[in-house]
Antibody
Framework: QVQLQQWGAGLLKPSETLSLTCAVDGGSFSAYHWTWIRQPPGKGLEWIGEVTQSGTTSYTPSLKNRVTISVDSSKKQFSLNLKSVTAADTAFYYC?????????????WGQGTLVIVSS | SLELTQDPDVSVALGQTVTITCRGDSLRSFFASWYQQKPGQAPALVIYGENRRPPGTPDRFSGSRSGTTASLTITGAQAEDDADYFCNCRDSSGDHLVFGAGTKVTVL
């Protein structure tokens, strides 16, 4: 059974860079879209973007200028960097395995990391 | 404008049937996936594709699509189905994915 384990700094100051990493335990690393999703406390989900094993990326337009998602296939890990954070970036951040074979879905998900941006 | 629209709140009596809808132009071309989220937990997939259930999803959950509306139906709602439900689909460009704002389902 595939499990995703994520980690990273949970408290940042405005203008700093958010960095999170997600490790894939079990299963294949290829043929999936490794995805980051966030959720401000008490609010809805936002798809941030994805990366494939080959390094092909896609980002949501609203974050495109600040976000980088990268992959390390040798370690079966992928990472999220979001630069110049503000309080609006305070959220739970989830990594997920994305499937895209005729239709799209996310399963499984990581446990989530709460990132707070505060001065 | 929101790409996917969901009703914020829905209630259902224990054992009855409830349908949650997700509306958006891109649903005419793409199937939605549905996620259940309980307080303090990560979302979990319940339906994807053309009414497919991942292992562990009870068969009282079903999905459908008609035009620009995707629906998630819980037939015989149980107390443990009390949760938030989010739909997800590609956006109108087909290049990105978007979520609906979510529906809070209360089982009475």
């Amino acid at each position: 059974q595939v499990q995703l384990q994520q980690w990273g700094a949970g408290l940042l100051k405005p203008s700093e860079t958010l960095s999170l990493t997600c490790a894939v335990d079990g299963g294949s690393f290829s043929a999936y879209h490794w995805t980051w999703i966030r959720q401000p406390p008490g609010k809805g989900l936002e798809w941030i973007g994805e990366v494939t094993q080959s390094g092909t990326t896609s980002y949501t337009p609203s974050l495109k200028n600040r976000v980088t998602i990268s992959v390390d296939s040798s370690k079966k890990q992928f990472s999220l960097n979001l630069k110049s954070v503000t309080a609006a970036d305070t959220a739970f951040y989830y990594c997920a395995r994305g499937h895209s074979s005729g239709w799209d879905w996310f399963d499984p998900w990581g446990q989530g990391t709460l990132v707070i941006v505060s001065s | 404008s929101l790409e996917l629209t969901q009703d914020p709140d829905v209630s259902v009596a224990l054992g009855q049937t409830v349908t949650i809808t997700c509306r958006g132009d891109s649903l005419r071309s793409f199937f939605a996936s549905w996620y259940q989220q309980k307080p303090g937990q990560a979302p979990a997939l319940v339906i994807y594709g053309e009414n497919r259930r991942p292992p562990g999803t009870p068969d009282r959950f079903s999905g459908s699509r008609s035009g620009t509306t995707a629906s998630l139906t819980i037939t015989g709602a149980q107390a443990e189905d009390d949760a938030d439900y989010f739909c997800n689909c590609r956006d109108s460009s087909g290049d990105h994915l978007v979520f609906g704002a979510g529906t809070k389902v209360t089982v009475l």
